[in-house]
């Protein structure tokens, strides 16, 4: 009963993220529609920049100080004046009294290391850290010829390369950094919806699982161009995300329901899935950054951090199962379809 209650909270949940997603970021904010913001930026980038916006006038460089970081992140003059004009429209709006202002979608956040939103950097290097310490654990764990043991392989090097994406975008938020993390965040979404599948067809044949393996490729190809053309549309990718992601936890929960007696460590996914859709929740949240750092997208990659574990343990426990079953009955009959 606690169970399905559990699962029933966790869709109810994609689905609030669901109606969400229509009020996702816009490119202009009430920061940056101020005049004062406008005015702002215009005097800082005629007083201090180069004509191109690019060079920081010799008289202003030891005002800006920029260090090594800022540097190699690549923030430029026009950069410095955006950002110092921020700080000043969130300081004249607290004099007001009036709601901290958001600037092209995101609250103002303090630059570390010259890193934009240092906290989401970081917890995406943990996430990182924790795929990659996980995968050697599943290495050392499970036997090469077990059932499945490329999968795991798959599912953590796209997770790898998409908290890479994800620490770049949060580093320095450029036109193609955030469409490679978004790019890359589906293709962690897409692979773990195909690695339930192709956990239910293992025993089919290679046909089969060849042509979906191709039909996910392929449809993988075509988001990405889709995504790399035109004007990015916020609301159109969440929705894609979430239908995957509940099409993925579906599939899983009714693997849970049909395995329940023959297979107790169906509790490590479940757990998994029902935890990732609370931590999901943290998406709903929208609040000025905690001394300008920790907002709730960051606090939801660090939420994710110690889930991590939960889905390896049970890819290393499913697979030395399924090897323990594959020695057992000798053969591998690819009409035998139980999952
Ligand atoms: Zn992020």
Redesign the pocket.
């Known amino acids: 009963m606690f169970r399905i209650n559990l699962e029933k909270s966790a869709i109810c949940l994609l689905l609030l993220l669901l109606l969400k997603s229509e009020s996702l970021p816009a490119t202009a904010s009430n920061g940056d529609r101020t005049q004062f913001y406008h005015n702002c930026r215009q005097n800082c980038e005629r007083t201090n920049c180069s004509a191109d916006g690019l060079e920081i006038q010799e008289q202003a460089i030891s005002f800006y100080g920029q260090t090594i970081f800022d540097r190699i992140f690549g923030w430029n003059c026009a950069d410095e004046c955006s950002y110092g004009c921020m700080w000043r429209t969130v300081f004249a709006f607290m004099e007001r009294g009036w709601p901290i202002p958001q600037f092209y979608g995101k609250w103002p956040f303090l630059r570390l290391f010259g890193m934009q ?1 240092p906290a ?1 950097v970081i917890f ?1 290097i943990a996430n990182f850290v924790m795929h990659f310490r996980m995968l050697r654990k599943f290495r050392e764990s499970v036997r090469s010829d077990s059932p499945c043991y490329m999968l795991g392989h798959i599912f953590g090097l796209v997770c790898l390369n998409g908290w890479i994406w ?1 620490a770049i ?2 580093t320095r938020d450029f036109p193609i950094t955030e469409l490679l ?1 978004y790019a890359f ?1 589906y293709s962690i979404v897409l692979c773990s919806f195909y690695c339930m599948l192709m956990r239910m067809l293992h025993r089919y044949s290679l046909f089969l699982r060849g042509v979906i393996t191709l039909a996910c490729v392929s449809y993988y190809i075509n988001y990405f161009a889709y995504l790399s053309t035109g004007k990015f549309n916020y609301s159109f990718n969440m929705k894609v995300n979430i239908a995957t992601g509940v099409l993925n936890a579906v599939g899983w929960f009714v693997w849970c329901q049909r395995v329940r007696y023959r297979r107790p460590y169906y509790k490590r996914i479940l757990r998994f899935y029902v935890l990732f859709a609370l931590a999901m929740s943290l998406e709903l949240l929208d609040f000025p950054p905690i001394l300008w750092i920790l907002d709730a ?2 606090l ?2 660090l939420a994710t951090v110690p889930l991590v574990p939960l889905y390896y343990d049970f890819l290393i426990e499913d697979c030395q199962t399924l090897l323990k079953e594959k020695e057992m009955t000798g053969s591998y009959s690819y009409f035998n379809k139980d999952i």
Request: net charge negative; charged share 15%.
């Open positions: 939103e989401s995406s994800s975008f949060h993390d965040a997208h960051s939801w990659h």
